[in-house]
């Protein structure tokens, strides 16, 4: 008779998974708002609607990855800054819509669970999810044989927000003569890393490790610093001015991002010269020959949320950003749309 088989051996470990679960509840717990209603490890999550703050709730819901910015983390062995990228794509999609982000949710999977290796990316959400005040309510770990190479894995997120409907921000108020107000990106955040690696690969002389001229620091470190999340200047900018519209930066760049949040009778004119740009952004430019257009609609290039308000409140607007230690530039202006006119255009 052969000795039974065990799950461990088919290459899943329970024992390690559960160990996990034990490491990210105090992680979690540290992210709980008032609404949580159960600690994490149950079934499902469980979350309270504060209804005294939001008479008429409404949920925005955002699901997101962090795509192939996760080759740059397995190569360089670095990983809670991953965690904070999946955040910040989720609840910087549902800001744009006045909503408060309320619980997040991961799904993390691989091929052989390395414990440490988890642990890093889960300490990276949950300190997005406190960056942002978002509850870290639950997740999934898969441990999957096969399916992934050795020390690879795969993670989504998911984020519900909170808004009265009264509140929302839907765009239907911006017009002509509208301001476009640009916060400042980190960098690349979480886009557009397929062409980045492709530039940066080995066979055209690049490593990870080196210092490149015109970045701050090596040029693995730039490609994985962290995606901005813009959750609490941005709601307090609601709450204290008024916001038309919002526009979060990411795939699809400036040309294709800000033309979802602007009625159809309107298109967006941006002045180029109005920002600056992280050295990132020329060297790709410079490295790949890339032509604007193409920089415009794969990169944020160098804004990672655009705000419309009225020309009124566009230079307070600026200042109260910048008190929060952000970097905001007026970046362009709204225009009545016309015939043959592409949505978005420059100068």
Known sequence: MKPPQTYKEAGV??????????????LAKSTFRKEVRMDIGGFGGVVAVDMERFPQPLLVASTDGVGTKLRIAFEMDRHESIGIDLVAMCVNDVIVQGAEPLFFL??????????????GVLQGIAEGCRISGCSLIGGETAEMPSFYPGGEYELAGFCVGIVNRDQIIDGKDIRPGD???????????????????????????????????????????????????????????????????????????LIENVPRVLPPECRASLDLDAWPRPGIFRLI?????????????????????????????????????EDMGESAFRIGSVLAGEDGKPPVDWR
């Open 13 to 26: 470990d329970i024992d390690a998974a559960d160990s996990l679960v034990q490491f990210i509840r105090p």
């Open 106 to 119: 991961d799904y993390f999977a691989t091929g052989r669970l390395d414990p440490e290796r988890a642990k």
């Open 179 to 253: 301001v476009l107000i640009g916060i400042a990106s980190s960098g690349l955040h979480s886009n557009g890393y397929s062409l980045a690696r492709r530039l940066f690969s080995p066979e055209r002389g690049y490593s990870l490790d080196q210092p490149v001229e015109g970045l701050p620091v090596p040029l693995g470190e730039e490609l994985l610093r962290p995606t901005r999340i813009y959750v609490k200047p941005v709601l307090e900018l609601i709450r204290a001015l008024p916001v038309k519209g919002l526009a979060h930066i990411t795939g699809g760049g």
């Open 285 to 321: 430019e410079q490295a790949g020959g890339i032509e604007l257009p193409e920089m415009l609609r794969t990169f944020n290039y160098g804004i990672g949320m655009v705000v419309v308000t009225g020309e009124g409140h566009a230079d307070s607007m600026i200042r109260r950003l």
